[in-house]
């Protein structure tokens, strides 16, 4: 069965534009999870989706949205980019998301803003 | 307030030894899950094993072993006869009943040296 994917793997971006990343998770898999890694703040909790509907969110500005679509895959979406959303973004995937089950999680993709 | 931490920021075997990476959680939920992920540079999570709150029996998976202990809110990770191939950087994480996100620790960087 395949992983989770995440494209693009690498991406550059100037202070002020926006960005969209994308995930896909493992089929059959209908929650999808976005974490921020950095390294002054490590691995953080952005959102979670399931059956497109947002269920949870971290602490993060409104800059940062998502969505999902019907077929699980997901994207998200930083706007008015700043040099702190400089990092590692990373996706899981798992069938509830209920706490008790392991998320599968993808490559990531490598987010620098200049 | 969950909290995961793992105090050890890195540390560095030889190949063949045996090294125990440590995680101490605060949780305030009875039913909370545990996990345990390795990163290697490629940067995928990769998951390693994980515990629920009702069952400290404690177990080994070839190289890998684990010590829960409700008592001391630890639940540490042993490799045995490490590998050249186990250098990564690896996390703990908590997830608690009832949410859909997990809380993670800042990791700890192991190194083994051939």
């Known amino acids: 069965k395949a992983g989770v994917t995440q494209t693009p793997r690498y991406l550059i971006k100037t202070r002020g534009q926006q960005v969209t990343l994308s995930c896909s998770p493992i089929?059959?898999?209908?929650?999808v999870s976005w974490y921020q890694q950095t390294p002054g703040q490590g691995l953080q909790f952005l959102f979670e989706?399931?059956?497109?509907?947002?269920?949870n969110k971290g602490n993060f500005p409104g800059r940062f949205s998502g969505r999902q679509f019907s077929n699980s895959r997901s994207e998200m979406n930083v706007s008015t980019l700043e040099l702190g959303d400089s990092a590692l973004y990373l996706c899981?995937?798992?069938?509830?998301?209920?706490?008790?089950?392991?998320?599968?999680f993808g490559p990531g993709t490598r987010l620098l803003v200049l | 307030a969950q909290k995961v931490t793992q105090a050890q920021t890195e540390i560095s075997v030889v190949e063949k030894e045996d090294v125990t990476l440590d995680c101490v959680y605060e949780t305030r939920d009875t039913t909370y899950y545990l996990f345990w992920y390795k990163q290697p540079p490629s940067g995928e999570l990769v998951f390693l094993i994980r515990?629920?709150?009702?069952?400290?029996q404690n177990e080994i998976s070839g190289r890998y072993s684990w010590n829960f202990q409700k008592s001391t809110s630890s639940f540490n990770f042993t490799i045995t006869a490490s590998q050249v191939v186990d250098s990564a950087v690896y996390f703990c994480?908590?997830?608690?009943?009832?949410?859909?996100?997990?809380?993670f620790g800042t990791g700890t960087r192991l190194k083994v040296l051939a």
């Open positions: 089929s059959g898999h209908r929650s």
């Open positions: 515990r629920n709150s009702f069952d400290e």
């Open positions: 994480a908590l997830s608690e009943g009832g949410t859909y996100k997990y809380i």
């Open positions: 899981a995937s798992s069938f509830w998301a209920t706490a008790q089950e392991t998320q599968y």
């Open positions: 989706y399931f059956s497109e509907t947002q269920r």
